[in-house]
């Protein structure tokens, strides 16, 4: 059991939940049973091949898993999950 | 002294001296930090929401000169939060506002106003003079352009960015570490992350924020303490939590990695997808003024109203008439609607109903029409009565 932290921009795709406790052997199969339970976030996280979008980091705990084994970096129980996208801040557009 | 023949002869004058008295007497600044903030030059990019702290900081903080790059006026909606503008200067250039502002806390001051966007013609050449940048911006095209303005040019980048609430905040380019590109590759698509015109920002985070750019802005200028430098500092207000990850230099990173391939400033709004234009519907959705639409309903002609706003919005004003229907909630109420009506989405300024209408439009609808400019147009057009926001 592992917990994911949801970032602000995302909660409203997981029942404006913070936090979920999500069960799974390495960070795909984590974030594969998190958008199995809430289908909008799918589509924020991945792209139509099914990749992690290029503004959205994982972290298990304080590392990004890019310098781990990304989706297949293994996850302990107690370990805890960040999805941070990339926030600009403020009004749209120049 | 020799050194003295390269940096310029500056000492404190002793109005000075008093002024800066409570930095004068930590061993941390003391006289020679004072004199390296007088004659650091940092360049403020956005006089809004991070832009107040800082400037009113920086200014504070005896920084000899600071540039400011900012184009915009300052609007009512503007003072929950920008702090460094007040009542009675909406209306006013933010920034005279922030100069004024900046100039009265520290009259020693040297402020340089760019009253322009920052752009790829103009960066480097603005960005060249200074020491340290700092990025009070709002939008993904400019933190891109400043990121890699500021690697090409060598000058760090000290980095603030606020959402509802929650913010984000690091040191990019400090001395070849790692650049925003290497945190995040690309930006995403315009219309997947709302602004904070359309999410809205807890009015006190960007003072929070603001003030840790302040901070490190400091002591990057003095020399002293461990900078957010390979480290992305992670604040959320509601939690009341900061949490901070490891931030690592991308050896791949297109602009700053082991093989660069970026070696000039590109064009931004097409790396971000953002169009330079209004016009946000996409292909077969056409757009409809507010006053149309108040004729249309005078004539009693049958069409749906569709408000795509979030239910707490509806609290603060509604057209007549209108059905709701979040936009989160759209694909999974789309049922509801019927295919042979016209459609006229609607939200507070146009965006995420031209997101709906373009969502209906894929999902077979053929008659939908998007509000120009949502209910603040029509507050401003049809119904002064109705509150913008």
Known sequence: MAKVLIPTPLRQYADKRDSVEVEGRTVGEILEALTSQYTELRRHLFNDEGKLRNFVNVYVNDEDIRYLAREATPVQAGDTLSIVPSIAGGRRGL | MASEVLAPPVSLSNEEILRYSRHLIMPEVAMEGQLKLKRAKVLLIGAGGLGAPLGMYLAAAGVGRIGLVDFDVVDATNLQRQVIHGTKD??????????????????????????????????????????????????????????????????????????????????????????????????????????????????????????????????????????????????????????????????????????????????????????????????????????????????????????????????????????????????????????????????KMGQRSARAANFLRQAGFRKVKNMRGGTNRWAQTVDPTLPRY
């Open chain 2, 90 to 347: 909406v209306g006013r250039k933010k920034l005279d506002s922030a100069a004024e502002r900046m100039l009265d806390i520290n009259p020693f001051l040297h402020i340089d106003k760019y009253e322009t966007a920052l752009t790829s013609e103009n960066a480097l050449e603005i960005l060249r003079d200074y020491d340290v940048v700092v990025d009070g911006t709002d939008n993904f095209p400019t933190r891109y352009l400043v990121n890699d303005a500021c690697v090409l040019l060598g000058k760090p980048n000290v980095y603030g960015s606020i959402f509802r609430f929650e913010g984000q905040a690091t040191v990019f380019a400090y001395n070849g570490g790692p650049c925003y590109r290497c945190l995040y590759p690309e930006p995403p698509p315009p219309g997947l992350v709302p602004s904070c015109a359309e999410g809205g920002v807890l009015g006190v985070l960007p003072g929070t924020i603001g003030a840790i750019q302040a901070t490190e802005t400091v002591k990057l200028i003095l020399g002293v303490g461990e900078l957010l430098v390979g480290r992305l500092l992670l604040y959320d207000a509601l939690a009341m939590r900061f949490r901070e990850l490891k931030l690592r230099k991308n050896p791949d990173c297109p602009l700053c990695g082991e093989n660069p391939t970026i070696r000039s400033l590109i064009d931004y709004h097409e790396f971000c997808g953002v169009p330079r234009q209004e016009g946000e519907a996409g292909p077969g959705v056409s757009e409809i003024e507010p006053m149309e639409v108040k004729a249309k309903m005078e004539r009693g002609e049958r069409f749906v109203l569709l408000d795509v706003r979030e239910p707490h919005e509806l609290q603060i004003c509604s057209l007549p008439g209108a059905t709701s229907i979040p936009l989160g909630e759209l694909p999974r109420r789309v049922h509801e609607l019927d295919t042979a009506d016209e459609i006229i989405t609607v939200c």
